[in-house]
Nanobody, 126 residues
């Protein structure tokens, strides 16, 4: 089992920045894909960014390219999402996810991932 705990969410004005963190514990796989998803009110959960743990491949949704950066600190077993130039449409609950060892090409869909955190809320006001 893998446990994921997100933190770093909050309320910011448009144009601001936040950094989300996702601490992983338990039987974390050495090789896997990890990702950030988000779900706004009345919307489906959508992939934001993913990273292949074991390589340097990163993938982003078109809506966040150039503004968000996904990274991972292997020593701390922690996934990050640096979010800059935030927009009101970025408002959502943000979730961290990981596969159990499978590599996902691209950001993938929610079904591609095996473990999920509880989420952290990001609210961007105009």
């Amino acid at each position: 089992q893998v446990q994921l705990v997100e933190s770093g969410g909050g309320s910011v004005q448009a144009g601001g920045s936040l950094r989300l963190s996702c601490a992983a514990s338990g039987s974390t796989p050495r090789w896997c894909s990890m990702a950030w998803f988000r779900q706004g009110p009345g919307k489906e959960r959508e992939g934001v960014a993913s990273i292949y743990v074991g390589g340097k491949s990163t993938y982003y949704a078109d809506s966040v390219k150039g503004r968000f950066t996904i990274s991972r600190d292997n020593a701390k077993n922690t996934l990050y999402l640096q979010m800059n130039s935030l927009k009101p449409e970025d408002t959502a609950m943000y979730y961290c996810a990981t596969t159990a060892g499978r590599v996902v090409l691209g950001v993938g869909t929610p079904d591609s991932y095996d473990y999920w955190g509880q989420g952290t809320q990001v609210t961007v006001s105009s």
